[in-house]
């Protein structure tokens, strides 16, 4: 399985961006997707997941604002970032995993697939 992450950059707070990452490699349809972010000198964090079955979760400080979705024709999920604030700026990685139990999505270790990372910057 291969992620490939991209859409990131430099954004004005307030502003918005999308994040996309294309999975290859295996059976789209059949994965859970996760995005977790990453800032400088902090421990990875989740930030949201769409299951194989469509159902989401999201950090709490992102709900209302992030928008996680799939497009399993196009292998590939999103992350629709709105009203972006300084304390979004981190690089965002997504993940990928096959069997995603619903106890375990916030972590890291759930997800046997990594993407390479996007940065993003969010200015004030």
């Known amino acids: 399985v291969q992620l490939q992450a991209s859409g990131g950059g430099l954004v004005q707070a307030g502003g918005s961006l999308r994040l996309s990452c294309a999975l290859s490699?295996?059976?789209?349809?059949?994965?859970?997707m996760g995005w977790f972010r990453q800032a400088p000198g902090k421990e990875r964090e989740f930030v949201a997941v769409?299951?194989?079955?469509?159902?989401?979760y999201y950090l709490e400080s992102v709900k209302g604002r992030f928008t996680i979705s799939r497009d399993n024709a196009k292998n590939t999920v999103y992350l629709q970032m709105n009203s972006l604030k300084p304390e979004d700026t981190a690089v965002y990685y997504c993940?990928?995993?096959?069997?995603?139990?619903?106890?375990?999505?916030?972590?890291?270790?759930?997800?046997?697939?990594w993407g390479q990372g996007t940065q993003v910057t969010v200015s004030s």
């Open positions: 769409i299951r194989s079955g469509g159902d989401t």
């Open positions: 490699g295996r059976t789209f349809r059949s994965y859970g």
């Open positions: 993940a990928a995993d096959g069997g995603l139990i619903l106890s375990t999505v916030r972590y890291a270790s759930a997800y046997d697939y």
